[in-house]
């Protein structure tokens, strides 16, 4: 069985109101139980209206710094998936996590990540 990295370097990806990389966020900050275990060092929304940006903006996320609006589009969803590729291999997670009802990530983009070692999550499959 493969060991966990630590600490964990997560890319979390949401559509909806945020509750739970509001969650995880809150949880890593000091005094949290995971803090020094896990940081999220980016997350990405999938629509500009998704209430997880004012949720983790709150927590001290900085929209286009480590929280990014990355708008899904089927007939682009190829490049959508290698713009999140690169995203991750920039942020060097280790951990990428789909929280919510995200689209669905092209399969040529996860089989990359997992090329690259990084694990993935889907949180809440549809």
């Given at each position: 069985?493969?060991?966990?990295?630590?600490?964990m370097?997560?890319?979390?990806?949401?559509?909806g109101?945020g509750s739970?990389?509001?969650?995880?966020?809150?949880?890593?900050?000091?005094?949290?139980?995971?803090?020094?275990?896990v940081?999220?060092?980016l997350?990405?929304?999938t629509?500009?209206?998704?209430?997880?940006?004012?949720?983790?903006?709150?927590?001290?996320?900085?929209?286009?710094?480590?929280?990014?609006?990355?708008?899904?589009?089927?007939?682009?969803?190829?490049?959508?998936?290698?713009?999140?590729?690169?995203?991750?291999?920039?942020?060097?997670?280790?951990?990428?996590?789909?929280?919510?009802?995200?689209p669905t990530?092209?399969e040529?983009?996860?089989?990359?990540l997992?090329?690259?070692?990084?694990?993935?999550?889907?949180?809440?499959?549809a």
């Open positions: 069985m493969k060991e966990f990295l630590l600490p370097y997560l890319v979390g990806m949401g559509t109101s739970t990389l509001a969650a995880i966020e809150l949880a890593t900050k000091e005094g949290g139980p995971l803090h020094g275990l940081r999220m060092v997350a990405i929304a629509n500009a209206e998704a209430g997880l940006i004012k949720r983790l903006t709150d927590l001290g996320m900085e929209e286009g710094e480590n929280l990014l609006v990355m708008p899904y589009k089927k007939e682009k969803s190829e490049q959508w998936g290698r713009d999140i590729l690169r995203r991750c291999r920039a942020f060097g997670a280790n951990q990428f996590g789909l929280f919510g009802c995200v990530v092209p040529s983009c996860i089989e990359a997992i090329t690259d070692g990084v694990r993935c999550t889907n949180q809440h499959p």
